[in-house]
């Protein structure tokens, strides 16, 4: 199973950006996609963005959709840019990969993800 780690989370402004990078142990992180999902507290995890295996393809929530950009390297990386951050956007964010590899595209169900980080956690305050 491949392993994956969240980086670049913290403390910003509302209206800042804050770049979120998920790496994984795996070089056959080029063969599945990916999605990004946040749970703040006291509530349900819930999707944020999706991107496919040839990163062609991406998906995002209403909610960060024109504020935040998925994307993905050659290597075993994954980003989440975020920018004009809300209050609203505090959460943990977790990083994970499709349980199926190629040719299945982006997800915006949890179960369909097999594979997950350990989260990184964003606080936006006002």
């Known amino acids: 199973q491949v392993q994956l780690v969240e980086s670049g989370g913290g403390l910003v402004q509302a209206g800042g950006s804050l770049r979120l990078s998920c790496a994984a142990s795996?070089?056959?992180?080029?063969?599945?996609?990916m999605g990004w999902f946040r749970q703040a507290p006291g509530k349900e995890r819930e999707f944020v963005a999706a991107?496919?295996?040839?990163?062609?393809?991406t998906d995002y929530a209403d909610s960060v959709k024109g504020r935040f950009t998925i994307s993905r390297d050659n290597a075993n990386t994954m980003y989440l840019q975020m920018n004009n951050l809300k209050p609203g956007d505090t959460a943990v964010y977790y990083c994970?990969?499709?349980?199926?590899?190629?040719?299945?595209?982006?997800?915006?169900?949890?179960?369909?993800?097999?594979?997950w980080g350990q989260g990184t956690q964003v606080t936006v305050s006002s």
């Open positions: 994970a990969t499709r349980r199926s590899p190629a040719p299945y595209g982006t997800s915006r169900n949890r179960s369909d993800f097999g594979s």
């Open positions: 991107i496919n295996w040839r990163g062609t393809s």
């Open positions: 795996e070089r056959t992180f080029g063969s599945y996609s």
